[in-house]
């Protein structure tokens, strides 16, 4: 396999500094030969973003964030990030259009403008997209993707800096997943969507939602995903390293 597999750990609103200690078994095998096509990204909050950058300094592991303010210089936002900020304290990717922060009121323009700002500032975005259960069950999964798709990326004429994740919201922290069938499926429209708007830019889409050190080796039998974007099992790094070394085996 030539293709970089990426692994990316979102550990939402969980972490303090005695859980950054755990990653060091990640980053001490990180730097191991058979993980040389991991591409491991940590995705702390805010609160620890300096202190992963510092710790996983000397390996190759990367550091993002999980959100981003749409603006670029410095304003009276209270409580918020800029991606200049991000960018200056050494991460280099973030997360935008996350399901939970659209819930907060982030709208596809709102995520368009955070991409924007995100890629002006040279951060990588790991742009989430998905649609939630009525919405499934309603058949309109295509609509919604195309729609995120479109009016999340407006102005975006290059996607190397983008890592496509899908997330379906129905199965966040639910251990709900769909059929290896129906998922690559999904993952060849969302490829399709893509083809048609950038034309022969190479794309790299990831899957999100209850990944686990169980379904896992179902999970990498599709080819076409690029790697996984992990909640939960990722604030363990047992079960992390369990479903990279899965992954890459
Ligand atoms: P879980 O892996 O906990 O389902 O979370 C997925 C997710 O939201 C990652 O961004």
């Given amino acids: 396999m030539t293709n970089k597999i990426f692994f990316i750990a979102n550990w939402k609103m969980f972490g303090d500094l005695k859980s950054l200690k755990s990653i060091k078994r990640v980053i001490n095998l990180s730097k191991k ?22 710790k996983t300094k000397k390996s ?21 990030i800029s991606s200049n900020m991000i960018k ?16 907060n009121g982030d709208t596809n323009e709102e995520i368009n403008k955070k991409i924007q700002s995100a890629i002006s500032n ?22 919604v993707l195309r729609n995120q798709i479109n009016l999340g990326l407006r102005k975006i004429k290059k996607i190397d800096k983008i890592i496509f994740a899908y997330e379906p919201i129905w199965s966040i922290g639910t ?9 690559k499926k999904q993952i060849l429209n969302i490829k399709n969507i893509l083809k048609n708007k950038f034309k ?22 599709i080819k076409e995903i690029n790697g996984f974007l992990v909640g939960g099992a990722s604030q363990n790094s047992n079960k992390f390293i369990d479903i990279i070394e899965k992954t890459i085996n």
């Fill in 175 to 183: 251990g709900k997943i769909m059929s290896n069938n129906e998922l």
């Fill in 88 to 103: 200056k304290i050494g991460a280099k990717y973030v997360i935008i259009g996350h399901s939970e922060n659209r819930l």
């Fill in 60 to 80: 190759r592991i990367t550091v993002g964030a999980q959100n981003c303010h749409h603006k670029i210089d410095p304003g009276p936002y209270t409580g918020s």
């Fill in 200 to 221: 022969k830019q190479k794309n790299r889409i990831v899957y999100g939602g209850s990944v686990n050190d169980k379904n896992i080796i179902n999970l990498k039998q």
């Fill in 122 to 143: 040279n951060l990588s975005v790991i742009f989430c997209i998905g649609e939630n259960m009525t919405e499934k069950k309603n058949k309109k999964t295509n609509l």
């Fill in 33 to 54: 030969k058979k993980f040389l096509n991991a591409k491991i990204i940590y995705c702390p909050p805010y609160t620890l973003l300096n202190s992963f950058v510092i």
